[in-house]
């Protein structure tokens, strides 16, 4: 089981950036593709992006495309969400998530519950 932890959360003017980490243990991140999620209030959660083990190949969400920008670092097993030009609209709580990485599948092939490791959250508010 991969234990997911999300940090760099917190409070952005509009327009401000912030940069997301969610750190694994437990396991190598080498075998697992990985996702960005977030949840605002009173909403259902939804995707952000995703990275693929290998190969950085992306997906975003078409609210993030243009300003936010994932990327990995196997080395330091972590993942990374730059978020810039933030808007009120990306308040949220931000939850990153792993899947055994499926070869055949691009991150668009994915369902939400096909991601079995979640982390608890970091709390994104984008606010003047």
């Known amino acids: 089981q991969v234990q997911l932890v999300e940090s760099g959360g917190g409070l952005v003017l509009p327009g401000g950036s912030l940069r997301l980490s969610c750190a694994a243990s437990g396991v190598t991140l080498d075998y697992y593709d990985i996702g960005w999620f977030r949840q605002a209030p009173g909403k259902e959660r939804e995707g952000v992006s995703c990275i693929k083990n290998s190969a950085g190949i992306t997906w975003y969400a078409d609210s993030a495309k243009g300003r936010f920008t994932i990327s990995r670092d196997n080395a330091k097993n972590t993942v990374y969400l730059q978020m810039n030009n933030l808007e009120p609209e990306d308040t949220a709580v931000y939850y990153c998530?792993?899947?055994?990485?499926?070869?055949?599948?691009?991150?668009?092939?994915?369902?939400?519950?096909?991601?079995?490791?979640w982390g608890q959250g970091t709390q994104v508010t984008v606010s003047s």
């Open positions: 998530a792993a899947v055994l990485a499926r070869t055949a599948y691009y991150c668009s092939g994915y369902l939400m519950s096909d991601f079995g490791s």
